[in-house]
């Protein structure tokens, strides 16, 4: 079993509290809920993603006999207790948004409802999972927004913050609605379409640009996209045209450039011209480098010619938003709705579910969070994908999966206010209502002492 797939990739007070528990017989059932508090700064919306690795997480959660050989030498764990846990499955309830569905602060975007030692000691790793997932998705949505029918490419995994981190970006980016990844693990892992050319050191190891350019698309005759910019790039381009009537009398096609530095746009201009002068009207234009939907934005909005970006280190770190202020928290145990009071970081009690209301043009209007089976209208939105440790319904392939996630996640853009689209904050936030009875609740449990 690799260190992701480890019931002890944890945090030790996970542990420890399940001791404590197990030791004063503590097994009633509990509910937790994973929210985010409030959207980063000039965020409009987030997008769900992850819920496919949680689930999965679930359902192989086992603590191995090495694991519990190294807990017995760490010391501090009973043996009693030690036993139990060697046995611990989850045997659990998941209620969740489907991955793709647009979301905002103080939503439940995942429920967990087990006895309190299996909801507890999973709460570290699906934090990890469902908040980078969601951070990636919500940071590539915007370039999806930015250049709509571009094709968009996630460039990031050399850049991101480990492997692990790389392979679920690639993801969660196409689940936002991205073309595809560089990274091939990802296309072998779930089925994404991968892209690649060349380096410039590729280049750089012949004796020229033109002993370059021939030997990569005799290479690799179906994907002839050859990177221009190492030395000069629009003498490149011309190079470009020279040698294309000779690949074409092999059956060898230009299908484009890409453009990975200096000025984007006027390289792309002064490209374009020398393509189309040369009979190249159909070869593409691809360009990368340091790129964010900001600066996507700004080229197609100047007009440049590119037909397509690939987008890394500002994708895979999310870089003007580099984390969710996420929770995942205990709202009812043993029946009894549970409230945290903490300064800044109270919490609504009990189990809850958001329903989403929509104008007469079909575009989002409002939400509201309520207790769950109260009187409400709506469309409800946290839905059962989880029963008893069984998934809802069983799971489909990893590509069916990925593919309905994606169209989820496409037709909720449609459906969104004009305000909301936009990379610039809206001019007010989308309405997000915390019900009365949930309000009820919440001031019911304030007055009782602690």
Same mark, same amino acid.
């Given at each position: 079993?690799?260190?992701?797939?480890?019931?002890?990739?944890?945090?030790?007070?996970?542990?420890?509290?399940?001791?404590?528990?197990?030791?004063?017989?503590?097994?009633?059932?509990?509910?937790?809920?994973?929210?985010? =508090?409030?959207?980063?700064?000039? !965020?409009?919306?987030?997008?769900?993603?992850?819920?496919?690795?949680?689930?999965?997480?679930?359902?192989?959660?086992?603590?191995?006999?090495?694991?519990?050989?190294?807990?017995?030498?760490?010391?501090?764990?009973?043996?009693?207790?030690?036993?139990?846990?060697?046995?611990?499955?989850?045997?659990?309830?998941?209620?969740?948004?489907?991955?793709?569905?647009?979301?905002?602060?103080?939503?439940?975007?995942?429920?967990?409802?087990?006895?309190?030692?299996?909801?507890?000691?999973?709460?570290?790793?699906?934090?990890?999972?469902?908040?980078?997932?969601?951070?990636i998705a919500s940071k590539a949505v915007r370039s999806v927004l930015a250049a709509p029918g571009k094709l968009l490419i996630d460039f990031g995994m050399r850049r991101a913050h480990g492997a692990?981190?790389?392979?679920?970006?690639?993801?969660?980016?196409?689940?936002?609605?991205?073309?595809?990844?560089?990274?091939?693990?990802?296309?072998?892992?779930?089925?994404?379409?991968?892209?690649?050319?060349?380096?410039?050191?590729?280049?750089?190891?012949?004796?020229?640009?033109?002993?370059?350019?021939?030997?990569?698309?005799?290479?690799?005759?179906? %994907?002839?996209?050859?990177?221009?910019?190492?030395?000069?790039?629009?003498?490149?381009?011309?190079?470009?045209?020279?040698?294309?009537?000779?690949?074409?009398?092999?059956?060898?096609?230009?299908?484009?450039?890409?453009?990975?530095?200096?000025?984007?746009?006027?390289?792309?201009?002064?490209?374009?011209?020398?393509?189309?002068?040369?009979?190249?009207?159909?070869?593409?234009?691809?360009?990368?480098? %340091?790129?964010?939907?900001?600066?996507?934005?700004?080229?197609?909005?100047?007009?440049?010619?590119?037909?397509?970006?690939?987008?890394?280190?500002?994708?895979?770190?999310?870089?003007?938003?580099?984390?969710?202020?996420?929770?995942?928290?205990?709202?009812?145990?043993?029946?009894?709705?549970?409230?945290?009071?903490?300064?800044?970081?109270?919490?609504?009690?009990?189990?809850?579910?958001?329903?989403?209301?929509?104008?007469?043009?079909?575009?989002?209007?409002?939400?509201?969070? %309520?207790?769950?089976?109260?009187?409400?209208?709506?469309?409800?939105?946290?839905?059962?994908?989880? !029963?008893?440790? !069984? =998934?809802?319904?069983?799971?489909?392939?990893?590509?069916?999966?990925?593919?309905?996630?994606?169209?989820?996640?496409?037709?909720?853009?449609?459906?969104?206010?004009?305000?909301?689209?936009?990379?610039?904050?809206?001019?007010?936030?989308?309405?997000?209502?915390?019900?009365?009875?949930?309000?009820?609740?919440?001031?019911?449990?304030?007055?009782?002492?602690?």
């Amino acid at each position: 079993m690799s260190a992701k797939q480890s019931a002890l990739l944890t945090d030790l007070y996970q542990l420890t509290m399940l001791q404590a528990y197990f030791d004063e017989g503590m097994a009633e059932t509990a509910v937790f809920e994973f929210f985010v =508090r409030a959207l980063p700064p000039g !965020r409009n919306f987030l997008v769900a993603a992850g819920l496919e690795q949680v689930l999965a997480y679930l359902q192989q959660f086992r603590v191995t006999e090495k694991e519990l050989a190294w807990l017995r030498a760490h010391g501090g764990f009973r043996e009693p207790f030690l036993a139990a846990l060697g046995e611990l499955r989850f045997t659990g309830d998941v209620h969740a948004l489907p991955e793709g569905t647009i979301f905002f602060g103080n939503e439940p975007v995942l429920r967990i409802t087990a006895p309190i030692a299996q909801a507890q000691v999973v709460e570290s790793r699906l934090l990890s999972l469902l908040h980078f997932s969601t951070l990636i998705a919500s940071k590539a949505v915007r370039s999806v927004l930015a250049a709509p029918g571009k094709l968009l490419i996630d460039f990031g995994m050399r850049r991101a913050h480990g492997a692990e981190a790389g392979l679920l970006a690639a993801r969660a980016a196409y689940v936002a609605g991205f073309s595809g990844t560089a990274t091939v693990a990802a296309g072998i892992e779930y089925g994404i379409p991968v892209f690649g050319t060349m380096a410039h050191s590729y280049i750089e190891a012949h004796a020229d640009e033109i002993s370059a350019f021939k030997g990569f698309a005799r290479s690799c005759p179906q %994907n002839v996209v050859l990177l221009i910019d190492t030395y000069d790039t629009e003498r490149a381009a011309e190079k470009v045209v020279r040698i294309a009537p000779e690949l074409a009398r092999e059956g060898i096609r230009v299908r484009g450039v890409r453009l990975d530095s200096g000025d984007l746009a006027a390289h792309a201009r002064a490209v374009r011209a020398i393509l189309d002068r040369g009979g190249l009207g159909e070869a593409t234009i691809f360009s990368s480098g %340091n790129l964010d939907e900001w600066k996507v934005r700004e080229l197609l909005a100047s007009g440049a010619p590119i037909d397509g970006f690939g987008i890394g280190t500002a994708l895979d770190t999310s870089s003007d938003a580099p984390f969710l202020d996420c929770a995942y928290k205990l709202q009812e145990y043993a029946g009894v709705p549970r409230r945290k009071h903490s300064e800044g970081k109270a919490t609504w009690p009990g189990r809850k579910q958001v329903y989403r209301h929509f104008t007469e043009d079909g575009l989002f209007e409002r939400d509201s969070v %309520n207790l769950e089976g109260a009187l409400q209208r709506g469309m409800p939105l946290l839905a059962p994908v989880m !029963r008893a440790g !069984r =998934r809802l319904p069983p799971a489909e392939s990893v590509a069916e999966s990925l593919a309905i996630a994606r169209a989820r996640a496409a037709l909720q853009l449609t459906k969104l206010p004009p305000a909301l689209r936009s990379l610039d904050p809206a001019p007010a936030p989308y309405r997000v209502d915390i019900a009365p009875p949930l309000r009820a609740l919440a001031q019911k449990l304030d007055r009782m002492p602690h």
